[in-house]
C-alpha cells in the first residue's frame, strides 16, 4: 500500500508539471543497496576505497580513491593497467585513474598497480587496484557510480554507489582490511634482513650501480662500503645517504629529509636484481 501511494503522488506531481507547460528535471537516481552489479562478464569489484590520510594540497578538496577489482581471463587473454579506467558519477563528472607511483598502493602487494600493461592469460586471475582523484563533495552519499575500461569492455555493466566506498584512516589500515594477505607479506619483506642476508645483500651491491630511464630522465644508482648510495640524475642532479637491508627491499634514506626510496629486490642464483625501475616509476 504503500509503495502504491508514493507511485499515485509521483504520478501527480508529473501531471502537476505537464498542466504548468514545465518538465520534470532529470536525476540520476543511486543502485539502492541490493541494486549494486559488482560482477559482469569477465571482472569483479572487490571494494571502493577512500584513504582519508591523503592529502593533495592544503585546502584540497581531492581525495585518493582506489577501485580495486579482479580480472578473470575465461575464454581469451586480456591486457590491463592502473591507467585510464574511468569512473563517473550521477553520469556527470568523470574521473581517468592514474598511476601515482608505487607509495600509493606499497602495502597491498596482492594487487597489481602500475603504469605498464599486464597480461592476464586465459585460465589466469590479476587482482588490479586502479587510482582517481577525486573531490570530497562528488563522494557523497547516494550518488551512482559507473566503471568504463577500453580494455575490459565488461566493466560498462558495473553499477556502484557512492554508499559503498569504505573510508580507511591510511593505507595501512585499507590493505589490512582490503588485502590482508598481502600487507602481511608486505610487513615481513619491509622487516629488517638478518645479518648473513644483509652481509650478502652489501657483498652483491657495494661497488656497482644500476640505471634505468624514466620520464625522459636517466637514473644512476650506486652503492659503496659500508651502508652508503648515490643517486645522480641526467639532469645534473646528485644525492647521498645511507641504505638498510630488509627482506625484500634496500631502504635508501636521505639524512637530510629523512625520505626513503624503497628499492625492491630479489636474490637468484646468487646475484641480486634490484627493481629500481619500480622505486623511481611515478607515472
Known amino acids: 500500500m504503500k509503495r502504491l501511494l508514493t507511485l499515485l503522488l509521483c ?6 508539471l505537464c498542466a504548468c507547460g ?21 571482472v569483479s569489484i572487490d571494494g571502493i576505497c577512500v584513504d582519508d590520510s591523503y592529502v ?15 580480472v578473470t581471463a575465461a575464454d581469451s587473454n586480456l591486457e590491463t593497467d592502473s591507467k585510464y579506467t574511468e569512473l563517473t558519477i550521477n ?3 568523470t574521473y581517468e585513474s592514474e598511476h601515482y607511483g608505487p607509495e600509493q598502493c606499497k602495502y597491498m602487494s596482492s594487487y597489481y598497480y602500475s603504469s605498464y600493461i599486464e597480461d592476464v592469460y586465459v585460465g589466469t586471475s590479476l587482482k588490479v587496484a586502479a587510482t582517481f582523484k577525486i573531490p570530497e563533495g562528488d563522494l557523497a552519499p ?15 555493466a558495473l553499477r556502484l554507489s557512492t ?8 593505507q595501512e589500515e585499507m590493505a589490512q582490511a ?42 644512476e644508482l650506486e652503492f659503496w662500503a659500508k651502508d652508503n648510495f648515490e643517486v645522480r640524475t641526467s639532469l645534473g642532479t646528485s644525492s647521498t645517504g645511507t641504505y638498510s637491508v630488509r627482506n625484500g627491499y634496500i631502504f635508501c634514506t636521505y639524512p637530510d629529509t629523512g625520505y626513503t626510496v624503497e628499492v625492491p629486490y630479489e636474490i637468484v642464483g646468487g646475484e641480486i636484481d634490484l627493481d629500481i625501475i619500480g622505486a623511481f616509476d611515478v607515472r
Open 142 to 156: 547516494g550518488r551512482t557510480i559507473t566503471i568504463s575500461d577500453s580494455q575490459i569492455p565488461d566493466m560498462e
Open 163 to 170: 554508499d559503498d566506498i569504505q573510508r580507511f584512516a591510511d
Open 22 to 42: 514545465g518538465s520534470a528535471p532529470e536525476t540520476s537516481a543511486a543502485p539502492e543497496r541490493g541494486d549494486e552489479v559488482l560482477t559482469s562478464g569477465v
Open 178 to 219: 582490503m588485502d590482508p594477505e598481502g600487507y602481511a607479506a608486505e610487513m615481513n619483506r619491509r622487516a629488517e634482513a638478518d645479518t648473513d642476508t644483509q652481509e650478502q645483500v652489501k657483498s652483491l651491491i657495494n661497488g656497482y650501480y644500476w640505471s634505468c630511464y624514466l620520464n625522459s630522465i636517466t637514473y
Open 56 to 70: 593533495e594540497e592544503e585546502g584540497s578538496p581531492l581525495k585518493m580513491v582506489y577501485l580495486l577489482y579482479t
Open 91 to 93: 553520469d556527470s563528472n
Open 11 to 16: 504520478a501527480g506531481m508529473a501531471l502537476s
